[in-house]
C-alpha cells in the first residue's frame, strides 16, 4: 500500500490576502503556482501510473491542486475531509486512512505544512514531530503493509522529490 503526500502548489501571500478581509482557507493558487504543479503533474505520471483516490483538504488551494492532480488522473474520485487540514493532529488522518482506506492500494493525499511533514514523520517514527522539509508542489512516498492495519511508525519512505527537480 502506498500514500503519495502532495504539498499544494505556490497560493498567493498570506498577508496580501488577509489584507482583502478574506480568511485563510480561501487563499487560492496563483498562476504560476497553477503552472508548476501542472508541469509536476506532467513528470509524476512517469513514476506514479495511477491512484485510486485523492484525498484533499477542503482548504481552496489545496482543493485547486487536487483538481489540477485530476488532470493527470482522470477519473479519479476526489475526497475533501477534514483531516486534511492543517491544524489536524496526525493521529486523525491515521484513523481516517485505517477506516475509510482499506478499500485502496494507493492514496495520495493533498494538503498543508506543517501538517503533512508531521504525518510524514508520525507514520516513519511513531512521532509526532517533523523532521521533513516538504516545498510547495513537492511529492513524498509512503509504503505501508495495509491501510486497515497501518500504524505510527509502520510506514517506509519510498522517495521524496522536491518540485525543482521538475524544473
Known amino acids: 500500500m502506498e500514500i ?3 504539498r499544494h502548489a505556490l497560493a498567493e501571500v498570506r498577508e496580501d490576502f488577509a489584507k482583502k478581509g478574506l480568511e485563510d ?5 496563483t498562476l504560476k503556482g497553477r503552472k508548476r504543479m501542472q508541469k509536476v503533474c506532467l513528470r509524476m505520471k512517469d ?3 495511477d491512484v485510486d483516490v485523492i484525498v484533499t483538504s477542503p482548504f481552496t488551494r489545496a482543493a485547486q491542486t487536487a483538481q489540477i492532480l485530476t488532470q493527470s488522473y482522470p477519473g479519479v474520485k476526489t475526497i475533501e475531509v477534514p483531516e486534511m ?3 489536524s493532529p496526525p493521529q486523525a488522518l491515521l484513523k481516517w486512512i485505517r477506516t475509510q482506506g ?4 494507493r492514496i495520495m493525499i493533498v494538503g498543508h505544512e506543517p501538517h503533512l511533514s508531521t ?3 508520525y ?3 511513531g512521532k509526532a514531530e517533523s523532521f521533513i522539509d516538504l516545498r510547495k508542489s513537492g511529492i513524498l512516498s509512503l509504503e505501508l503493509e495495509s ?13 521524496s522529490i522536491p518540485p525543482k527537480i521538475f524544473d
Open 25 to 29: 482557507q480561501f487563499r487560492p493558487l
Open 4 to 6: 503519495i503526500i502532495v
Open 85 to 87: 487540514v492543517p491544524q
Open 123 to 125: 507514520m516513519l517514527t
Open 102 to 105: 482499506r478499500n485502496y492500494k
Open 47 to 49: 513514476f506514479v501510473k
Open 147 to 159: 491501510f486497515a492495519q497501518a500504524e505510527a511508525g509502520g510506514a517506509e519512505l519510498m522517495y
Open 119 to 121: 504525518f510524514a514523520s
